[in-house]
């Protein structure tokens, strides 16, 4: 018996040396994560001059031997037509203003439902993740990207406004093939300015961030038309104003000019609507047969 209880005993401090050694692995990377973070302080007035999103798609470019393609204009903040503004809140983040950078509610749901139906959680990613990873990262599936995504996304909460963050993510997000920011998409797919854009047009310029290189607003197949119902449904109901008073209409930077391009840094229709506006699971894309 006592031999049996010293190998128990003996068992759990190994067991609890693992435990804390662990720990203390995860401390140390998350520590060195933090210190190795990029400083977002330029971006409280400076635009950036390309995105690892947009530099992975030069290297994928290169690697098919297809010539890069690379259209973006800056488009100040109070210069972007609020229906856009609207759409892209309805569709992507509609808390936005209320959260600190990461929706606890939407998460939460998310979890609730993967464990409900045995699969894999859905993305439940806010403005301030996407701009992260936009920016930043890379679409990999790797749980340590995720980590430090959710770093990048309180320092980005913490250095710059709320307007700021969603005026970055409007002048970089992927459009479309070559396409950054809605400007460029804008030009591309009606021949007109983002600050002119109808609900109509905006409401489907949002319903193609799902994935924005397979569904385009220009030739909108059937998920996107439907898409675009329910956003402007809910824009109508006035689901996720542009910004709430307190916040000012525009920001500093640039009012409309080019970003250089090679600058250093500085499927099936779902019958349930809320599937529609729904982050793809997992990963930047969402595939339709």
């Known amino acids: 018996m006592r031999r049996v209880a010293r ?22 990377c998350a520590a060195y994560s933090w210190l190795m973070l990029p400083d977002v302080r330029p971006l409280i007035a400076d635009p950036p001059a390309r995105t690892a999103f947009m530099d992975l798609r030069a290297t994928e470019a290169r690697a098919a031997d297809r010539p890069i393609r690379e259209e ?49 959680m859905r993305g439940a990613s806010t403005i301030t993740q996407q701009l992260a990873k936009n920016l930043y990262l890379s679409p990999s599936r790797n749980p340590w990207r ?88 809910r824009m109508s109901r006035g689901v996720a104003a542009p910004a709430p008073p307190s916040l000012p209409a525009s920001t500093d930077g640039p009012s409309d000019r080019s970003l250089p391009v090679g600058a250093p840094p500085r499927a099936p229709i779902p019958t349930d609507p809320a599937d529609l506006l729904r982050p793809p699971a997992a990963t930047d894309v969402e595939r339709e047969p």
Do not use: C
């Open 146 to 233: 995720k980590v430090v995504e959710l770093m990048l996304t309180r320092r980005l909460e913490a250095e710059l406004s709320k307007t700021r963050i969603l005026e970055l993510y409007l002048n970089v997000v992927e459009w479309g093939d070559g396409l950054w920011g809605a400007e460029a998409a804008a030009r591309a797919y009606f021949g007109q300015s983002a600050s002119s854009l109808s609900a109509s047009q905006a409401a489907l310029m949002a319903g193609a961030l799902i994935n924005p290189r397979i569904y385009s607003p220009a030739s909108p197949n059937r998920r996107l038309v439907a898409r675009q119902r329910i956003i402007l449904g």
């Open 7 to 28: 190998r128990r005993s003996s068992r759990g401090a190994l067991v609890f040396r693992i435990v804390i050694g662990s720990l203390a692995i995860v401390y140390a």
């Open 72 to 120: 973006r204009r800056w488009l100040a903040f109070n210069r972007i037509a609020p229906t856009l503004r609207r759409a892209v809140l309805v569709a992507e983040d509609d808390a936005f203003w209320d959260h600190d950078g990461v929706d606890y509610r939407e998460l939460r749901a998310s979890f609730e439902a993967s464990l409900e139906d045995g699969t894999a």
